[in-house]
């Protein structure tokens, strides 16, 4: 098991992308683990995890919290960063939990660039997980609303382009279909609260089904 470990605390695609996202999105993971805490919405699911610096310095410790990513790789990686904190390895258009196991799922920029099937599949397994009271959190992109996120947008284009074609083409989809607000109202999420950061036209937004 230790060399596994070692491996994964330096796996370089993990580290390359807190590198490059973990000070932008600090803010961001911030307002996720307020929105959480704020109600003690625990357990808690961070399906789409990444590298899970969601329950690394910026919250989402007052409680049980999960970690769930496709990729293993990631989850080694974020399993060796936070020690002790529960990462699965697992698709989540397909959760491996029982119904009504946490009280709340966040997703953070894992909509956008899952084809239209795939994201529609989550969002009924979120809300298969979700008990009686419990919200989705989610964080992704909107179309610019105004001139400031308008420029924000050629930006987080650019960097979109870089991530590659099916990515790419997923992320124009979702925003031609109305961004993430269209999104969670399509797939039966009532807003409760949102935030809105206009550089890159994000939102993070909390949500009960409907
Ligand atoms: C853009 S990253 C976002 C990571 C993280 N939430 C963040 O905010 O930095 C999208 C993540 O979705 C994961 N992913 C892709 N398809 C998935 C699936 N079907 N189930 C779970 N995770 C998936 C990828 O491995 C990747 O880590």
């Not at 605390?9 to 704020?38: K, M, N, Q």
């Not at 964080?139 to 001139?147: G, I, K, L, S, T």
Request: charged letters at 25%; aromatic letters at 10%; proline letters at 5%.
């Amino acid at each position: 098991m230790r060399p596994l470990h070692r491996k994964g605390f330096w796996y370089i695609p993990g580290r390359l992308y807190d590198l490059a996202f973990g000070l932008i999105f600090y803010g961001s993971r911030r307002r996720v683990a307020t929105a959480v805490e704020r109600d003690g919405l625990y357990p808690w699911l961070d399906v789409c995890c990444g590298t899970g610096s969601q329950f690394r310095g910026s919250g989402g410790t007052r409680g049980p919290v999960f970690g769930l990513d496709k990729s293993c790789d990631m989850i080694r990686y974020a399993a060796a960063r936070a020690p002790g904190r529960p990462f699965v390895c697992g698709d989540a258009a397909r959760l491996p939990f029982k119904d009504e196991a946490f009280r709340a799922v966040t997703v953070s920029f894992g909509l956008h660039d899952k084809s239209a099937d795939i994201r529609h599949t989550m969002m009924a397994e979120a809300r298969r997980v979700l008990a009686p009271g419990g919200r989705l959190v989610a964080v992704d992109f909107e179309n610019p609303w105004n001139a400031k996120s308008q420029a924000g947008t050629l930006v987080v284009r650019a960097v979109e382009r870089l991530a590659g074609g099916e990515h790419y083409r997923n992320g124009r989809d979702f925003l031609k279909r109305g961004g993430l607000r269209a999104f969670l109202r399509e797939n039966g999420f009532v807003e409760t609260a949102r935030h809105e950061i206009e550089v890159g036209s994000i939102s993070i937004v909390v949500a009960s089904p409907r």
